[in-house]
């Protein structure tokens, strides 16, 4: 527990209203994280302020209880919270409605796939902070539905993602719509150099940046192993995990769509109460997968990396990683929706025979080593036959002749081993000299 609170500080001394700490406390929090410990403080300060740190440390309140007790409740749109996915912006904000329900500040989701007018009514009624993803923002922003003229608050959840090339530039749009002078709070666990040179190009110069993830980018409560198995067998060993483990609710993360699709078919075929996710999906159907994990009523969520950020749900048990991420810093991401606040998780990564670096690349960049499982009691199936007749072809194929397999090449004798390694790197020495020609592909007549 260790790496996630701060003991030696509780939410009464770091400077938050009174209206603000009876939430906390009705909420079941004595002490806060790190992060929060850390964070808050210089939020309250009036400082812009660059925060990161593990998965499930409570980022959110880190920049929300700030928010709760600076905001003043005669302003409305005075804080905007930019998020990437719809699912953390319903989450942030009703993390920020919970946490501030003792206080008059109260706060509007704007998000695509829904009513544009009830989201516009809500914020007419006294949405004091308005959390949203970039694409409804700037829609709502060109229909006046919106204004930045009392804006006081920007910040950026997920920062890394936000500021990545598919949302930079609706961000630059949007942040440009600041008229006055206000606070930026950039949030994220994982923040690379080049990222974190870009969001203080939107800060002022004296941003205060606060790290808590020294060591390792996970939590020590997260269990992290990997299993070898071979792409044919994933089905099967994901149905045999389910099965024979305990879990209480699994996330089973995949790389595609189509994936996400095929793995929820056979699971559900094989009696398991299972659920997809993904960016496809109507908005309505997306919503009732979630309201399914947050009541317990369903078991198993197979999802693209759209649940990867921001699902905080404290029943999941077990994250599996059916595809491991081709960016390591998705897998940081992906664990995270397990082990939250102070509960332990389980991870699990499947891991195909020519993935080998793709974990270390995923090891080195989480600042662990994520163990080799063994299933002893799983049978791995047949190899496929296009599978076994690609593999015959490249038998056939006779290997190149290498630097060890000949003995006297004709044009090599006198010649050290050392001298036609050098002058042949890639080992293959040709046995004859080469045609003379005049440098085309005709022969030339000359005996």
Not at 298 to 325: E, F, K, T
Request: charged share 30%; proline share 5%.
């Amino acid at each position: 527990m260790s790496d996630i609170f701060n003991q030696t500080t509780r939410f009464a001394d770091l400077g938050l209203r009174d209206s603000v700490l009876k939430g906390i406390t009705e909420a079941g929090f004595e002490y806060p994280t790190d992060i929060q410990a850390r964070l808050i403080p210089v939020v309250l300060a009036g400082k812009d302020a660059l925060g990161q740190a593990k998965t499930g440390t409570g980022k959110t309140a880190s920049f929300g209880l700030p928010l709760l007790s600076l905001a003043d409740p005669n302003t409305a749109m005075q804080a905007l919270v930019l998020v990437p996915t719809r699912e953390l912006a319903v989450q942030v904000a009703r993390e920020l409605d919970d946490l501030g329900k003792h206080t008059p500040i109260r706060t509007t989701c704007i998000i695509g796939g829904e009513s544009m007018r009830e989201q516009s009514d809500s914020v007419k009624q006294g949405g004091h902070i308005i959390v949203g993803t970039p694409g409804r923002v700037m829609d709502m922003q060109s229909r006046r539905e919106i204004h930045f003229r009392d804006m006081r608050f920007a910040i950026l959840d997920e920062v890394d993602r936000m500021l990545d090339i598919g949302f930079r530039d609706d961000i630059r749009k949007i942040l440009k719509l600041f008229k006055s002078d206000h606070q930026t709070i950039f949030v994220s666990a994982t923040i690379s150099d080049d990222i974190e040179r870009l969001a203080r190009s939107f800060m002022r110069p004296d941003a205060e940046k606060i790290t808590t993830t020294s060591g390792s980018l996970t939590v020590s409560l997260v269990d992290q192993k990997h299993l070898s198995v071979e792409p044919w067998d994933k089905r099967s060993l994901l149905l045999h995990l389910l099965k024979h483990e305990d879990p209480d609710t699994t996330l089973v993360f995949c790389r595609t769509k189509a994936t996400v699709h095929n793995v929820t078919r056979y699971l559900r075929d094989k009696g398991i109460n299972a659920k997809e996710i993904h960016g496809d999906l109507a908005q309505t159907k997306r919503n009732n997968v979630m309201s399914s994990m947050r009541k317990g009523t369903l078991d198993v969520l197979v999802a693209s990396d759209l649940a990867a950020r921001g699902l905080d749900i404290d029943h999941i048990s077990h994250v599996i990683n059916y595809d491991l991420p081709e960016d390591p810093e998705v897998y940081i991401h992906r664990i995270g929706r397990t082990a939250r606040a102070g509960r332990r998780g389980i991870a699990w990564a499947f891991v195909s025979s020519d993935q080998g670096q793709l974990l270390t690349e995923i090891e080195k960049l989480a600042g662990v080593e994520i163990e080799k499982m063994d299933y002893p009691d799983f049978t791995p199936g047949p190899v496929p036959a296009d599978v076994a007749n690609e593999r015959k072809k490249v038998e056939r194929k006779a290997p190149m002749e290498t630097l060890a397999a000949r003995s006297k090449p004709a044009v090599a004798e006198g010649i050290s081993q050392d001298d036609l390694a050098a002058m042949f790197p890639n080992g293959v020495i040709p046995k004859s000299l080469p045609r003379r020609t005049l440098g085309t592909k005709f022969r030339s007549r000359r005996g």
